[in-house]
């Protein structure tokens, strides 16, 4: 493992790593940020339309877990996905496109913020309807098993959508088949607008395949080493034919569900506490400077983000919106 822990629990920041691989994550988790933030600008100017979600906050989690994945190896998520089609490499050029409609985008300007997808990175999918992605997640972890392939899926979804029936179904198959899938939850602690105390008897939910007998863990997910290590494990874990593990990630939203809601739920109080204590990217960037990196290596990384959002909004704008007749195109299959 390239990050290890010495008898400490997941959410203790005393995990060693090396300055490189920290850079690697400090750039990548920026990255994310950066573009969200452009994003939102450009929702706020009319350039983005319908639903945007933006991933504010939780960029450790994403970050840290496909890190710990291999070539091949596959992903599915739901609708707050900007992040994860980044952090699979996707090309920022061709999200941003998309989120503008654009013919250039990734889905063709046709299916914007909510559902775009990369055959090339293994990217199934965001997915716009609650809870749907974790069929789909568990759908792939069954086709590396039957071609056994030595593969696994990984499946993320929000704590809004583990009450989802489809979610335990998927679990019950998952367990029976032992299939290599790890189910990652981004609890962030609201669902839309509903405090996960308020919607959920139990909170910690960790424990939510216990009757399925899939063991699960509770990792600080504002912490990428955290979660760099613990996806370590859990790839290995279901890859080694153990079959399914779940991941909690206690993490954060900054924003509102989506770019519509003003997040009057919460207190401005509550948003600046995380953003002061438990800033994944804060976090990072003052390991960094404690390690010995040069505050000059930093400013080079973040001007160099800064460049390669500039040119990914500037592409989707110069871009051109899909013809007309495009509406008709990739709706049926004739077989």
Same mark, same amino acid.
């Given at each position: 493992?390239?990050?290890?822990? !010495?008898?400490?629990?997941?959410?203790?920041?005393?995990?060693?790593?090396?300055?490189?691989?920290?850079?690697?994550?400090?750039?990548?988790?920026?990255? /994310?940020?950066?573009?969200?933030?452009?994003?939102?600008?450009?929702?706020?100017?009319?350039?983005?339309?319908?639903?945007?979600?933006?991933?504010?906050?939780?960029?450790?989690?994403?970050?840290?877990?496909?890190?710990?994945? !291999?070539?091949?190896?596959?992903?599915?998520?739901?609708?707050?996905?900007?992040?994860?089609?980044?952090?699979?490499?996707?090309?920022?050029?061709?999200?941003?496109?998309?989120?503008?409609?654009?013919?250039?985008?990734?889905?063709?300007?046709?299916?914007?913020?909510?559902?775009? #997808?990369?055959? @090339?990175?293994?990217? #199934?999918?965001? *997915?716009?309807?609650?809870? &749907?992605?974790?069929? /789909?997640?568990?759908?792939?972890?069954?086709?590396?098993?039957?071609?056994?392939?030595?593969?696994? +899926?990984?499946?993320?979804?929000?704590?809004?959508?583990?009450?989802?029936?489809?979610?335990? @179904?998927? #679990?019950?198959?998952? &367990?029976?088949?032992?299939?290599?899938?790890?189910?990652?939850?981004?609890?962030?602690?609201?669902?839309?607008?509903?405090?996960?105390?308020?919607?959920?008897?139990?909170?910690?939910?960790?424990?939510?395949?216990?009757? *399925?007998?899939?063991?699960?863990?509770?990792?600080?997910?504002?912490?990428?080493?955290?979660?760099?290590?613990?996806?370590?494990?859990?790839? @290995?874990?279901?890859?080694?034919?153990?079959?399914?593990?779940?991941?909690?990630?206690?993490?954060?939203?900054?924003?509102?569900? +989506?770019?519509?809601?003003?997040?009057?739920?919460?207190?401005?109080?509550?948003?600046?506490?995380?953003?002061?204590?438990?800033?994944?990217?804060?976090?990072?960037?003052?390991?960094?400077?404690?390690?010995?990196?040069?505050?000059?290596?930093?400013?080079? /990384?973040?001007?160099?983000?800064?460049? /390669?959002?500039?040119?990914?909004?500037? #592409?989707?704008?110069?871009?051109?919106?899909?013809?007309? +007749? @495009?509406?008709?195109?990739?709706?049926?299959?004739?077989?």
């Amino acid at each position: 493992m390239s990050a290890t822990r !010495k008898n400490r629990p997941a959410g203790v920041a005393e995990i060693e790593a090396s300055p490189k691989e920290l850079l690697g994550f400090y750039r990548d988790m920026l990255l /994310i940020l950066r573009f969200e933030e452009r994003a939102g600008q450009m929702y706020g100017m009319g350039l983005i339309g319908g639903f945007c979600h933006l991933y504010i906050g939780q960029e450790a989690v994403v970050v840290g877990m496909q890190a710990a994945l !291999k070539e091949g190896d596959t992903v599915v998520t739901s609708y707050r996905d900007h992040g994860h089609m980044l952090a699979c490499g996707m090309d920022p050029k061709g999200v941003m496109a998309e989120l503008t409609g654009r013919r250039t985008g990734y889905s063709l300007g046709k299916g914007g913020s909510m559902h775009m #997808f990369s055959r @090339e990175k293994n990217f #199934f999918g965001g *997915h716009g309807i609650v809870g &749907a992605q974790v069929p /789909i997640g568990t759908g792939l972890a069954f086709a590396h098993r039957y071609r056994d392939n030595g593969l696994i +899926s990984l499946t993320y979804l929000g704590g809004g959508a583990i009450n989802q029936g489809q979610v335990y @179904e998927s #679990f019950n198959m998952a &367990a029976l088949w032992k299939l290599p899938v790890v189910y990652v939850i981004e609890n962030n602690r609201y669902g839309m607008g509903t405090a996960i105390d308020r919607a959920s008897a139990r909170t910690d939910l960790f424990h939510r395949g216990m009757a *399925h007998g899939i063991p699960g863990e509770q990792v600080d997910g504002m912490n990428v080493l955290a979660v760099h290590e613990a996806g370590l494990a859990a790839a @290995e874990h279901v890859r080694s034919g153990q079959g399914p593990l779940i991941l909690e990630m206690l993490t954060y939203r900054y924003r509102g569900h +989506s770019m519509s809601d003003p997040a009057k739920y919460r207190t401005r109080e509550e948003v600046e506490r995380v953003r002061t204590e438990h800033d994944p990217i804060e976090q990072a960037r003052r390991r960094l400077i404690a390690g010995g990196t040069d505050e000059a290596v930093l400013k080079g /990384i973040e001007a160099e983000v800064r460049k /390669i959002v500039a040119e990914a909004a500037q #592409f989707a704008q110069d871009s051109p919106e899909p013809d007309p +007749s @495009e509406l008709w195109t990739d709706v049926l299959i004739d077989a």
